[in-house]
């Protein structure tokens, strides 16, 4: 006979208002979870994108939000090459086209010989003339497409001649053709959306203090000599995706409320336990117990609501989203990896908010005074 | 001579504002070994003495001295209650959710010894009040004196110095009500516990090495 054991009494001997609390407190954590979920997943996704490849780092159209709208002449190309501690740089079209009302595909150009078609497994070959494309694994399974196959865009006839297997989710579900045919079709010709760059190291392999700085340097020599473009660096890119800021800010306000959502749940039903138990609880004062235990049945059982509710949630949470990386709209866009480290970040966010929710009633129960139940005897 | 266990001194308790007069001055003292009655009618002021020594409620006069000590200042030590008085009431206060084994087990969650030692304790003193046979049956299964019963060895779980018991044969009939005050007998005369027992049982005043009458709060 310990304090766990009267503390799992008490949960189980309410199992009804425990259930429903606990299922409260799991629809809450399962909204944070998937909300969350979608977009690390995302912001993985793109992170990959860039880092699987070794870019370093990115240029684009200056004081644009969002990179899809980013115009840029392709004339910048041997410019920026020219640059010192430029290894390489390779100039990237991209737009998301439509197939059919449901599906996007994202819609890749780029120059033949880019360092961009390195790093990917294919199978075939890349394409060698505007004729020709590759579909990436995911893509080729949604568009239905194989070797041999054609694909049609704004009335382009395009052949299929190798399909690819890359790190980047984003790639893998998009189609690549020749920069220039992208240009054609979009009707912009010697335009880019951005130039990819690695940057040449000098220090060892796996010197990242002495990469980070040759990043840095040529950087800012590409700001000093094109100031009407804008360079940033994997890093930077990410964090300064207004899309994505905003996706994520949106995501943190609607888990402020689900977490709101999820104290006042446990706070109700701790207090009304509380409540219910005068007696016992006014008893327990009386025959010695020191307010510190009383405080910690309360907080331990209110734990055990948040850990339960956190546990049912964050199963919930995956299977919503699931369900949605499976919707042909976020197909390409969201991996189904589970990420144990946000799975625990998750539990121990349910417990803290148990815990702060058996606050109040702790402080409740610790206010009842013994003398108040037995002098209704 | 026996020690003094507890002692009050012109101890009064008035409720609302003054206007009721619980206890007028009371003087008594309860000697280390003693079985203790108060007794009177209802309303005369019993439970709310017996509350005041074991320092559930506070007297609005006068002083109380458990051990020669100012009850007041032993009572900051959060652990003097359990270690030192048990309680034993006219309504059990059992945990119905529980079985009869924990209930007596519930107080020393706050001692730290060992299961096992947890363990012969409580199967000792379920022995001791005549219910080992029962100690997993739940206490909704009990009749009123086991209930009773049980309340007791959980009062004598974490080997008090004294035993206050308000009313404990009152749910009772009259053969348990025997039963039980001859069992707080046993306890008294075998285990050494002292006793003060607020009853209005006449057959008590036989077991009782003193007692004190109260009438309108004060002592007759």
Redesign the interface.
Known sequence: ???Q??VL??IL?RKSRTTLTVLGVSVSIAAFVALTGITRNLERTLKTTYESRGTDLIVMEKGIVDILSSSISGSYLEKIKSVPGVEDVTPILFGFYTFNLMQYVLIYGWEKGSYLFEEIRITGRPPQNPNEAMVGGLAANRLHKKIGDEIAMKGVKLSVVGTFQSKSLLEDGAVVMLLERLQEIRQTPGKVTAFNIKVRSNGAPGNYKEAGRAIDEVQERIEVLFPDLEVKNVQTFMSSNTPLFIILGFTWAVSVIAFIIVILGIVNTMTTSVLERT??IG??R????????IIYMVLYESLIIGLLGGIVGIVLGYVIMNVLASRPQLEGFMSRSYDWGFILLVAGISGILGLVSGLYPAMKAISIE??R??RH? | MNEVLIETRDVSKYYKDGNVTALNKVNIKVFKGDFFGIKGPSGSGKSTLLHVLGGLDTPSEGEIYFDGKPLAEVLRDSGFRINNIGFVFQAFYLWRMLNVLENVLLPLVEIRITRKEKLERANGLLKLVGIAHRRYARINSLSMGERQRVAIARALITTPKMILADEPTGSLDSNNAENILELFNRINKDNGVTIVMVTHEKIADDYFSQSVELQDGKIQ
């Not at chain 1, 009386?286 to 235990?293: E, Q, V």
């Open positions: 006979m310990n304090l054991t009267i009494r008490n001997n007696e016992e008893i327990l009386a025959i010695g117990w020191r307010n510190i235990k013994p003398i139940v037995l005897e």
